[in-house]
């Protein structure tokens, strides 16, 4: 299988991340969407919507959404959770991520980290981290009573959530003030088969 | 089961929709995020995130996210794909939904329908008027080809989709070019089940 990602991209190292866990071979193609190589003809051909991470299998069928491609990988192994219960609370997380965390955690950090320092989109900036602030302060209230996302095991929530979070401070996010989140960190960083992000 | 949700929201009408698509026994509390009443410190104590539709179960069990929600109500029904491919595709539109559509098309509507026409917000409708005409192209191209989202059977992601783009006229969106949209918008009212949005 291929997958199309960006490696500094936090939704492109979720699934770096679960390919590790599971160990699954695959070949992994670059593609630098701040350099406009998500919206040539031939990548809009594999994704209309114009967005890496992208999951093409070896038949040519291909999956875009990081959270889906997360699902659909892990669906079989412990990382998807086989409990009804526990799978929705899974996607719960997932869902909450890509409304309420991404758009304010990763947008913050894209700006400061890829754009010049006069461009306008730094206006943005407080209301990115007032937002973006919210979503930390929920997942510390949940994290300052079980150890992971959906149920006391780590699974495809905790993958998703710890893509931006963990550099939340290069959006200017101040992590001394989340202990639970940070403690997170610690018990993501020991599971079997964990990467670092390359970025 | 009690369902919050407020009956205009295109979020918790999906709710609506999948129950009365499988025939569930529910309460409904009509919850008016628009008055304050998801920012109550009764109703964080059940959603800490502050958003409808928000599922509790007889047992005091709440569920949050519509998507998360509709994935749970339908598993093991035909609405949920039983096809790991399938289902995974449905996962892929229903995050394009909230990530790619939803914070456009939604918010363009919920602009113009309730806030003051003097309110500072209305400077954001062409850029959300741009992005939600990004995403509903993309839904064209797929629907030019498919009859349905995941695979060729009505699923919970066209639930998912249909529930704010039926109502993308009331956000400004000129759904006159989009014939294969309108023509699956007949295909999703002719379901068994089917009920309307109460707005």
């Known amino acids: ?17 679960v390919l590790a866990h599971l160990g699954r071979e695959h070949a992994w193609i670059e593609t630098d969407s701040t350099a406009g190589a998500t919206r040539t003809p031939a990548f809009l051909a594999l994704n209309p919507n114009g967005k890496v991470p992208l999951l093409e299998r070896d038949d040519g069928r291909v999956l875009a959404e990081s959270n889906a491609i997360l699902c659909y990988l892990a669906d ?20 909450f991520e890509q409304y309420s965390h991404e758009p304010y955690v990763a947008v913050a950090r894209f700006i400061r980290r890829w754009l010049p320092a006069d461009h306008a989109r730094h206006a943005d900036l407080p209301r990115l981290i007032e937002r973006g602030t919210q979503a930390l302060d ?7 009573q079980h150890a992971f996302f959906a149920g006391e095991a780590y ?5 998703a959530l710890f893509a931006y979070t963990h550099v939340a401070a290069e959006g200017g996010f101040d992590l001394v003030r989340y202990p ?13 088969g964990f990467v670092p992000m390359q970025a």
């Open 1 to 17: 299988m291929r997958v199309y990602g960006m490696a500094a991209s936090g939704n492109c190292y979720k699934v770096q991340l």
């Open 76 to 95: 079989g192994s412990p990382l998807l959770p086989a409990d009804a219960w526990q799978r929705a609370l899974a996607l719960q997380w997932m869902f």
């Open 138 to 144: 929920v997942m510390e209230g949940h994290l300052a």
């Open 155 to 159: 699974s495809v929530a905790d993958i």
């Open 180 to 192: 639970a989140i940070t403690a997170w960190f610690d018990r993501v960083r020991t599971q079997p």
